[in-house]
């Protein structure tokens, strides 16, 4: 079974917005423009392409994100998947096991009585539910149904 950190996965944080706008917006502040002695237009150029870049790495790492938490998800929901199958897996045994049972009930009961109908012979009819819940209990099962075919 996935653990609960697997199930919860961290979306991440922000992060790469950061540089890609320090590496345009510093050209912005009025003094260090003067100081380094550079256009203002390449800076401005600077400043609108570290945002491009910056949002290429925020969508990037966001799409990564998804991509993880879909992907803790989907082993959450197979873990839960494989308990449920194996749920399922034993009642379909059980239920495989009583249909074997009930089978050979209806052959030695077809064996041992006389004058059946056709409609038992071919399953559309019920076995006479008395018999089959003697025979049940007889073979010390505990289970019964309304209606036995």
Partial sequence: MASVST???????GGPLVPGLAAGAIGLIPNVAA????????????CVSGLV????RV???V?????????????CR?????QLTSVQLEAAREQQRRSVLLRRLKNEYVLSHDGLTPQLL????????EWVNERLAALGESWRQDAYY
Avoid: M, N
């Avoid at 199930?7 to 944080?13: A, M, T």
């Avoid at 071919?122 to 539910?129: E, F, Q, R, S, V």
């Fill in 7 to 13: 199930c919860r996965p961290s979306l991440g944080s």
């Fill in 63 to 75: 799409r990564r994100d998804r991509d993880r938490y879909k992907e803790a998800a989907t082993a």
């Fill in 53 to 56: 870049i910056a949002q290429f």
């Fill in 59 to 61: 969508f990037d790492g």
């Fill in 78 to 82: 197979g873990a839960g998947t494989q």
């Fill in 35 to 46: 100081d380094i002695h550079v256009p203002r237009v390449v800076w401005v150029v600077l």
């Fill in 122 to 129: 071919a399953g559309t009819a019920p076995l006479p539910k």
